[in-house]
Every structure is written in structure tokens, then in C-alpha cells.
């Protein structure tokens, strides 16, 4: 079965630097999704993405973050300048809208230092 | 707005036990509803989907789920736990605006006695 993959899975970084995970969605799907959870809490939804621009974006999701598909294949989420609050597991998902069945990566785990 | 919302943030069961996890959910229209689960230091796994067919769905590892609309419920099942079943569970709703995210509960842990 096709899976969203992301990389890398394990970042550390040091506060106020810039940062970008990636993912490579399903190659058929359309819509994508960045999502995050921070130790021990529930998974927060950050943004979602369709036909080259932001569909819907939580408040969450400021001035630091931003989403981009550079190539036609992989959906970065980069954060301008990381705060120590910014860490967390973050999800990349896609879906091809069926039945909005959203298929998740596993993950990167993202440390400020 | 539409959300779910997971009675019990840890609920805990003997090996062989029926596994009961609790899930509301709040819609203005007929909701995309799912279950997932999450083992520690890894992604989220989809266990089951409702998404208006069959009111009873089943799902992997041997779960299902019962899409109740009286009781605005998504419960879901196992008749025996098993102790590889001890992880985190979210139920979630598909959000019929925008781009259709997916909104989360806050998650039920499962711990299996042995």
C-alpha cells in the first residue's frame, strides 16, 4: 500500500532557528495536511493545502509557519523561527478526497532547544 | 462546529476482557467519523472508518465500531483485549468545511492487564 513518508524523523534544533520537515504525500492525492502534538496532548490540525494554496489554516498556524509543494511531489512545512513551545510530533497527511480518508506519515519529532 | 469528544482519558482492562472506548461527537451534518490508534513513539495507524454505509463498522486487529445517531456515539470495540492492543486511541471527525481537516479527541489510553 502507498504511504506518505516524512523526513527526517528526528530533528533538534536551537530556538529562534529556522527549520523545515518534509514529506513526499501519496503521488495521486490532492489534498494535504500538516498536523502536530505536543507530548502527552491531543493532535492539533495546522493547515491544510489544496491546488497549490492554503485551503483552511488553524490559529495556530502564524506568521512563522508556512507551507509550500516545490516540486509536485514534496509538501514542506518550515517555521521561521523556532520557539521552545514549537516542539512536537508533527504529521504530515494527504488524501485524495475519497471518503476523507487521510493517510498519515509517521511523524517528526521536533526538538527546541 | 463539529468536534468529537473521548469519555475516560485512560481506561484499563484484564487480557481476554471486552475493550470499551467512548466517543461523541457533535455535527450539524451526517459526520466522517474514524478511529485511530497510536503506539508509543509512532504514527497514527487508521483502525476504522464511518462514513454513512453501515452503521456497524469493522475495522483491524479485530475492532469495530457502532455509528449510533440517537446518541450522537461512535464507540468503539473489542470482545477480547489482548495485550499488543495497549496504546493511545483518537477518535475524529472529518470537518465538512474547507479543506476537510480532521479534528481529533483528546485520546483514550488502553493499558491490558495480564
Known amino acids: 500500500e502507498p504511504e506518505v513518508t516524512q523526513t527526517p524523523s528526528h530533528q533538534v534544533t536551537q530556538m529562534g532557528q529556522e527549520v523545515i520537515l518534509r514529506c513526499v504525500p501519496i503521488?495521486?492525492?490532492?489534498?494535504f495536511y500538516w498536523y502536530r502534538q505536543i507530548l502527552g496532548q491531543k493532535v492539533e490540525f495546522l493547515v491544510s493545502?489544496?491546488?497549490?494554496?492554503?485551503?483552511?489554516k488553524s490559529e495556530i498556524f502564524d506568521d512563522q509557519f508556512s507551507v509550500e509543494r516545490p516540486d509536485g511531489s514534496n509538501f514542506t512545512l518550515k517555521i521561521r523561527s523556532t520557539k521552545l513551545e514549537d516542539s512536537a510530533m508533527y504529521f504530515c497527511?494527504?488524501?485524495?478526497?475519497?471518503?476523507?480518508?487521510?493517510?498519515f506519515g509517521p511523524g517528526t519529532r521536533l526538538t527546541v532547544t | 462546529a463539529q468536534s468529537v469528544t473521548q469519555l475516560g482519558s485512560h481506561v484499563s482492562v484484564s487480557e481476554g476482557a471486552l475493550v470499551l472506548l467512548r466517543c461523541n461527537y457533535s455535527s450539524s451534518v451526517p459526520p466522517y467519523l474514524f478511529w485511530y490508534v497510536q503506539y508509543p513513539n509512532q504514527g497514527l495507524q487508521l483502525l476504522l472508518k464511518y462514513t454513512s454505509a453501515a452503521t456497524l463498522v469493522k475495522g483491524i486487529n479485530g475492532f469495530e465500531a457502532e455509528f449510533k445517531k440517537s446518541e450522537t456515539s461512535f464507540h468503539l470495540t473489542k470482545p477480547s483485549a489482548h495485550m499488543s492492543d495497549a496504546a493511545e486511541y483518537f477518535c475524529a471527525v472529518s470537518d465538512h468545511t474547507g479543506g476537510f481537516k480532521t479534528i481529533f479527541g483528546a485520546g483514550t489510553r488502553l493499558f491490558v492487564k495480564a
Open positions: 497527511a494527504s488524501s485524495d478526497g475519497v471518503e476523507r480518508k487521510q493517510y
Open positions: 503521488s495521486n492525492h490532492l489534498y
Open positions: 493545502f489544496y491546488n497549490n494554496e492554503i485551503s483552511e
